[in-house]
């Protein structure tokens, strides 16, 4: 069974950084995609980078030059490194897989395991 547990998450200030882990387990393979989405209170989840087995990368527009996603297979690890934090980055924090090489969907319904989730909040 697949497992994904996030961790990292914590109180920072504005223009502040965190780094997200999402460490993964039980896939059958060492090919598989992982993509960070976030919900803030009231509003859908979303979207914010994916890494795929070849290491492309896709970043939201809001998270454009300001985050990195990052993988060491050797810890079968994710890792999203998120600089120059402002409020509006406030939110819980997921990772997840649709066991696709690929970073082809965003869309988070099309996902099927997800981890439990870490806040980050920004804020002075």
């Known amino acids: 069974q697949v497992q994904l547990v996030e961790s990292g998450g914590g109180l920072v200030q504005p223009g502040g950084s965190l780094r997200l882990s999402c460490a993964a387990s039980g896939f059958t393979g060492d090919y598989y995609n992982i993509a960070w989405f976030r919900q803030a209170p009231g509003k859908e989840r979303e979207a914010v980078s994916c890494i795929s087995s070849s290491d492309y990368t896709y970043y939201a527009e809001s998270a454009k030059g300001r985050f990195t996603i990052s993988r060491d297979n050797d810890k079968n690890t994710v890792y999203l490194q998120m600089d120059n934090l402002k409020p509006e980055d406030t939110a819980v924090y997921y990772c997840?897989?649709?066991?696709?090489?690929?970073?082809?969907?965003?869309?988070?319904?099309?996902?099927?395991?997800w981890g439990q989730g870490t806040q980050v909040t920004v804020s002075s």
């Open positions: 997840a897989t649709d066991q696709d090489y690929y970073c082809s969907s965003y869309d988070p319904s099309e996902y099927t395991f």
